[in-house]
Structure formats: structure tokens, C-alpha cells
């Protein structure tokens, strides 16, 4: 299995986990000629997707997708809510619903609803059967069913937004940061490496920071907070960014 990032972070999203023949985007908050020039620097051919997997109807995850979808009649799937959520609304091929697993190609994926300020956001679980990627952005706060869903994993890529001492000091008004840093917003960095000390991090093969804020977080202070808490070398550590994303990554 292999997982890359077209882009991380609130001006835009995309993940492809890949295994044999099959190769998920998940979300896609790019317009559709950044999309196509993104898959490209990745080595994908938008004719190469399997599907298109939706997290929720934040601009930064949906922008691309009716677009994408139609260009290159590629199946979309996502919850009830976040299909009602959506400014155009499309059909898609299949819903996702917390706790089910639904199977595309080569992989399985497992769907784990979320808190988030959205109609019913969910993240995702893949397996192609081996090994275990698990995406896990856009949350507020964490509970035991979360961790359940996300232990075993041999590669995370986890939100790591804002640190709470920046967002606290920043110019945002006070209710966009009563709303980043609430039970519904994003974990700071923080929340995402203290999950991650539950979760386990000794087995895993890769660990990636994403969906950091320009505004209230710093890549060397995210990195630093999981070295702390974890403990691990900070070389080790990756990180997806928001304009060159993440180059492919195996999961052996
Ligand atoms: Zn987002
Ligand atoms: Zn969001």
C-alpha cells in the first residue's frame, strides 16, 4: 500500500492511498486544473482514480469533487449529512455511515464519524488486507471509540492544526477561535500527539503532521510538541504541507 498528498491545510485538500490496481483520493478542495497539476506532479493520471471519498462539506474538502467527478466519471462517496451539507449537492454512488466498511477495488475502508462543525463528518481507516493507513483531520476532540477504530495502524497521517498559545494570542475574533480550538474544531498539537501516545506510535511505519494552520501553527512547533510528548526523532516525523503536499510513501 502507498499513500502521497496533493496538498494539506485550510486553503485545500487531497490524499490518494493506492494498493494494486486501486487508488482512492480522498477529498479534494482544489479546483479541477490545481487537481490535474497535482496528480501529475504525483504521477497520476486523474483516468487512474478508483474513486473519490468525501470526509465533509467544508470548502477546503469538496471544492473539486463535483468537477472532478464529472470530468473523469469517477464514483463519489460520503455520508447523508455531508451530502445534504453541500452547496451543489451530488449523487453519489454509494453512503458512507459511521462504524460500516465498505470495500472499493483493493481496499477496505472503515468509516469513523468524527466531531467536527460539519453536518456528519467522517475519516477513514484503509486496508488493503496487510497493512493499515489510517487519515484522521478535521476533529475537535477524541474519544474512546476513535482510538478503537485507529490502533494497529502501520502509517497515520493526523491533523496537528494550531498550538493553542498562538491561536489564543492571534487576530482571529474571538469566536473563530472559540470554534478552531472547541470540542468541534481541529486538535492542536497537543490533542494530536497526546492521541497519538494513546494510539501507540512504536509500530508505526510512517507518521504524518497535516492540515497545519498558516496562521496559528508553526511546522517546528507542531514537530517539536510530538517529539516531546512522544519522545521519537524529530527526522522522523513527516510532514504534509500545503503546496507541495506529501510525495508517495510505501507501506511495506
Ligand atoms: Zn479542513
Ligand atoms: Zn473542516
Redesign the pocket.
Given at each position: 500500500m502507498r499513500f502521497a498528498v496533493l496538498g494539506s491545510g485550510s486553503q485545500g485538500n487531497g490524499t490518494l492511498i493506492a494498493s494494486n490496481n486501486t487508488c482512492i483520493l480522498v477529498d479534494c478542495g482544489f479546483s479541477l486544473r490545481e487537481t490535474e497539476r497535482r496528480l501529475v506532479r504525483l504521477g497520476v493520471s486523474p483516468h487512474q482514480l478508483s474513486a473519490i471519498l468525501v470526509?465533509?462539506e467544508?470548502a477546503?474538502?469538496v471544492h473539486g469533487v463535483g468537477l472532478l467527478s464529472r470530468r473523469y466519471n469517477l464514483p463519489v462517496y460520503m455520508s447523508r449529512g455531508t451530502q445534504r451539507g453541500m452547496r451543489k449537492p451530488l449523487e453519489p454512488a454509494g453512503f458512507v455511515a459511521d462504524g460500516e466498511t465498505l470495500q472499493i477495488g483493493a481496499l477496505s475502508v472503515h468509516v469513523t464519524r468524527v466531531a467536527?462543525?460539519?453536518q456528519e463528518?467522517t475519516q477513514y481507516v484503509f486496508s488493503d488486507g496487510q497493512r493499515r493507513f489510517g487519515l484522521l483531520?478535521?476533529l475537535g476532540s477524541y474519544c474512546a471509540g476513535i482510538l478503537d477504530s485507529y490502533r494497529d495502524l502501520d502509517a497515520l497521517m493526523i491533523e496537528a492544526n494550531h498550538c493553542r498559545d498562538l491561536l489564543a494570542r492571534g487576530h482571529y475574533p474571538a469566536f473563530l477561535k472559540r470554534r478552531v480550538g472547541g470540542q468541534e474544531g481541529?486538535l492542536n498539537n497537543h490533542q494530536a500527539a497526546s492521541l497519538v501516545a494513546e494510539l501507540g506510535w512504536q509500530d508505526l511505519q510512517h507518521l504524518v503532521l497535516a492540515h497545519l494552520s498558516s496562521k496559528n501553527n508553526l511546522p517546528q512547533l507542531a514537530r517539536q510538541c510530538f517529539v516531546d510528548t512522544l519522545g521519537c526523532d524529530p527526522d522522523w516525523l513527516q510532514l504534509a504541507d500545503q503546496d507541495s503536499g506529501l510525495d508517495w510513501r510505501t507501506i511495506a
Amino acid at each position: 500500500m502507498r499513500f502521497a498528498v496533493l496538498g494539506s491545510g485550510s486553503q485545500g485538500n487531497g490524499t490518494l492511498i493506492a494498493s494494486n490496481n486501486t487508488c482512492i483520493l480522498v477529498d479534494c478542495g482544489f479546483s479541477l486544473r490545481e487537481t490535474e497539476r497535482r496528480l501529475v506532479r504525483l504521477g497520476v493520471s486523474p483516468h487512474q482514480l478508483s474513486a473519490i471519498l468525501v470526509t465533509h462539506e467544508h470548502a477546503d474538502h469538496v471544492h473539486g469533487v463535483g468537477l472532478l467527478s464529472r470530468r473523469y466519471n469517477l464514483p463519489v462517496y460520503m455520508s447523508r449529512g455531508t451530502q445534504r451539507g453541500m452547496r451543489k449537492p451530488l449523487e453519489p454512488a454509494g453512503f458512507v455511515a459511521d462504524g460500516e466498511t465498505l470495500q472499493i477495488g483493493a481496499l477496505s475502508v472503515h468509516v469513523t464519524r468524527v466531531a467536527h462543525d460539519a453536518q456528519e463528518p467522517t475519516q477513514y481507516v484503509f486496508s488493503d488486507g496487510q497493512r493499515r493507513f489510517g487519515l484522521l483531520t478535521d476533529l475537535g476532540s477524541y474519544c474512546a471509540g476513535i482510538l478503537d477504530s485507529y490502533r494497529d495502524l502501520d502509517a497515520l497521517m493526523i491533523e496537528a492544526n494550531h498550538c493553542r498559545d498562538l491561536l489564543a494570542r492571534g487576530h482571529y475574533p474571538a469566536f473563530l477561535k472559540r470554534r478552531v480550538g472547541g470540542q468541534e474544531g481541529h486538535l492542536n498539537n497537543h490533542q494530536a500527539a497526546s492521541l497519538v501516545a494513546e494510539l501507540g506510535w512504536q509500530d508505526l511505519q510512517h507518521l504524518v503532521l497535516a492540515h497545519l494552520s498558516s496562521k496559528n501553527n508553526l511546522p517546528q512547533l507542531a514537530r517539536q510538541c510530538f517529539v516531546d510528548t512522544l519522545g521519537c526523532d524529530p527526522d522522523w516525523l513527516q510532514l504534509a504541507d500545503q503546496d507541495s503536499g506529501l510525495d508517495w510513501r510505501t507501506i511495506a
